[in-house]
């Protein structure tokens, strides 16, 4: 099985911040990497796929980076809107597992 | 606008099968895509059960294929999920997805139902 792994897995920051998380898997995957934001409540959603692929109308300030075993999610400049949780998940065979998360604080 | 709406019973006895129906609206199921399930508990984070395609052809997690079923009814629009022998493990709260063929990359969820697996 793929083991994903997120680090922080938390993070304090505030409104305007560059904000980066990264991910790491173990083994390569090359760039099957998906990227989602989750808030309380709610079903996560899908905001970067393919390690760098910006999802149709997912604000520009959020940007992904990355292939083989490390990738990193950046939000450029944080909004209150962003304050939430986000995982990693990787698409490319066996569980399609994800990472354990990311909180947003 | 596709819309996944999970159903089923909310509580399951252990050692019993949990069962849960996702009904599309907004899209055939029968026109493409890839429908599964997908689900979510603190203990065991965010995990992909299973995904199936419209003409019965299914994939499961490993490690929980000897549990897994599911199906698909196309003249409903509808998918399911069977969970056998289920612990409180099993407790979660299981969405419905739509993902593309070849990779599970989730662009619709449903609102996610909460199943308690309790005597």
């Known amino acids: 099985d793929i083991q994903m792994t997120q680090s922080p897995s938390s993070l304090s920051a505030s409104v305007g911040d560059r904000v980066t998380i990264t991910c790491r898997a173990s083994?390569?995957?090359?760039?099957?990497l998906n990227w989602y934001q989750q808030k309380p409540g709610e079903a996560p959603k899908l905001l970067i796929s393919?390690?760098?692929t910006l999802q149709s109308g997912v604000p520009s300030r959020f940007s992904g980076s990355g292939s083989g075993t490390d990738f990193t999610l950046t939000i450029s400049s944080l909004q209150s809107e962003d304050f939430a949780t986000y995982y990693c998940?990787?698409?490319?065979?066996?569980?399609?597992?994800f990472g354990q998360g990311t909180k947003l604080e | 606008q596709v819309q996944l709406q999970e159903s089923g019973p909310r509580l399951v006895k252990p050692s019993e099968t949990l069962a849960l129906t996702c009904a599309v609206s907004?899209?055939?199921?029968?026109?493409?895509?890839?429908w599964g399930w997908i689900r979510q508990s603190p203990a065991r984070g965010l995990e992909w059960i299973g995904s199936?395609?419209?003409?019965?052809?299914?994939y499961y997690n490993p490690s929980l294929k000897s549990r897994v079923t599911m199906s698909v009814d196309t003249s409903q629009n509808q998918i399911s999920l069977n969970l056998s022998s289920v612990t409180a493990t099993d407790t979660a709260v299981y969405y419905c997805?739509?993902?593309?063929?070849?990779?599970?990359?989730?662009?619709?969820w449903g609102q996610g139902a909460l199943v308690t697996v309790s005597s």
């Open positions: 997805v739509r993902h593309g063929p070849g990779e599970v990359t989730v662009d619709y």
């Open positions: 907004g899209y055939s199921i029968s026109s493409g895509y890839y």
């Open positions: 199936i395609y419209y003409g019965g052809t299914a």
């Open positions: 083994q390569s995957i090359r760039r099957y």
């Open positions: 393919t390690a760098s």
């Open positions: 998940q990787q698409s490319y065979t066996g569980a399609y597992s």
